[in-house]
């Protein structure tokens, strides 16, 4: 351990250069000291080596207060959410120099065999090795990002890696004469409903609307013309829109994904990321914090089923106009 110092709710005690741990019971920010030793930053070390952090002792609730200049200690809520976000940092990589106008294209590639030769002259990365049709590419677009925030490209292609699809007939020589900060890239199809029930999605649309844009699903369809925009989610996105939302929102967003895994996020995603970036100026303030407690009601849902199949949209909407419940807790009381 690189020290130990009692704390109100017990003993630091962080192990810098090991994955075990005892008693993690207050956690300090990364940069500060505990007993004169300075803490650095997770090296690399995803969530298995922190998974740790999250355990306060409930037993240790009643400990003494920290002496004068021990450090200060978190609150519970504080010190999951810290210790959270780790686990989608990206490990420390060497710095890219990009041109002044450099594309990236980044290909969600499940199989790892795109042939992608028709982008000639583009930098490629592949994420989403073996990622599943429900997630598809939407967490690892929202990794991709979070791990590159720091050094984003100029410009950003988000692409399936097919030249020419159902959705979709690119030239990679058009897509780089295009210089607009968002430029969705499906031509050949429009979502053209005006139903906004979308069935399995609805709940996850749902709770991801009201986190990021204080609007239900419904509302926000309507208000936005949502079925006249283009389906599918490849785009191209300047740096300064990827940039204009937190590293900190991207990674909520991913910990929702994950607390329920079996969702069809990438159809939601689908349907939402548009959104995400021509109407990033709507974004709430406080969208991070229910974006992390969504994230907690979806992973105390899935420990109970699959309730989300049965949800009463109705109900639900009810229940938020009521401001009574958060989104999955009033979703659980609809499919029940």
């Known amino acids: ?57 409930a037993a240790a609730a009643g400990a003494a207060s920290p002496a004068a200049g021990a450090t200060c200690c978190v609150d519970e809520s504080s010190l999951i959410q810290r210790a959270a976000l780790p686990a989608v940092a990206a490990p420390r990589r060497p710095t890219t120099r990009y041109g002044p106008d450099e594309i990236v294209a980044v290909v969600a590639d499940h199989t790892g065999t795109m042939d992608v030769r028709w982008m000639g002259g583009v930098r ?9 049709r429900l997630i598809s590419e939407s967490r690892p677009w929202l990794q991709w990002i979070v791990d590159n925030y720091d050094n984003l490209p100029p410009r950003v292609f988000f692409a399936h890696g097919d030249q020419l699809s159902w959705h979709s007939h690119l030239d990679i020589g058009e897509i780089k004469r295009v ?25 996850m649309l749902e709770g991801w609307h009201r986190a990021l844009f204080n609007q239900s699903w419904t509302e926000w369809f309507q208000a936005k013309g949502v079925s006249y925009r283009h389906c599918c989610a490849e785009a191209l996105v300047s740096r300064e829109v990827s940039r204009g939302h937190p590293r900190e929102l991207y990674q909520a967003m991913i910990a929702t994904i994950d607390a329920l895994p079996s969702a069809p996020w990438g159809w939601v995603f689908e349907r939402t990321v548009e959104s995400l970036w021509r109407n990033g100026a709507e974004v709430a303030s406080d969208a991070v914090g229910k974006l992390w407690r969504l994230r907690e009601d979806f992973a105390a849902q899935a420990r109970r089923g699959p309730f989300l199949l049965q949800v009463d949209i109705a109900a639900l909407a009810a229940a938020f106009r009521a401001g009574t419940t958060s989104c999955a807790s009033a979703a659980a009381r609809a499919a029940f």
């Open 1 to 57: 351990p690189h020290g130990l110092r009692p704390c109100g709710l017990g003993i630091h005690m962080f192990h810098h250069d090991t994955t075990s741990c005892t008693s993690w019971t207050c956690f300090p920010a990364p940069g500060v000291r505990i007993a004169g030793v300075r803490v650095g930053a997770p090296r690399g070390r995803r969530f298995a080596a922190w998974k740790c952090l999250v355990l306060p002792l």
């Open 124 to 132: 490629v990365d592949r994420v989403g090795l073996n990622s599943t």
């Open 179 to 203: 210089h607009d900060n968002v430029t969705m890239l499906s031509n050949q199809c429009i979502w053209l409903g005006h139903d906004a029930n979308f069935g399995k999605e609805n709940p």
